[in-house]
């Protein structure tokens, strides 16, 4: 068996892989920058953050299948 990245599931589309880095990039400061600024989030809240991440996370499976095949979407969520 062949253990790819998660960006291999998009081939050999570079336009593609860099939409996905921007992506995350951007979230990743929304989440640093504006919700968690100054305060220390309790467990409750870190909870439900973590089921929001990881729904958006799931959620970015749709464009892969869309683009390439329902066979690299099940790759790019379970590598």
Not at 6 to 26: D, H, M, Q, R, Y
Not at 49 to 73: C, F, R, V
Request: hydrophobic residues 60%; glycine residues 8%; aromatic residues 6%.
């Amino acid at each position: 068996m062949l253990i790819t990245t998660p960006l291999a599931a998009f081939g050999s589309n570079p336009l593609a892989i860099v939409a996905i880095i921007l992506i995350v990039g951007a979230l990743l400061l929304v989440d640093l920058l504006v919700f968690a600024r100054g305060r220390q989030p309790g467990h409750k809240e870190a909870i439900i953050w973590s089921i929001g991440w990881l729904i958006l996370g799931l959620l970015a499976t749709i464009p892969i299948i869309l683009l390439s095949s329902p066979a690299d979407g099940v790759n790019y969520v379970t590598r």
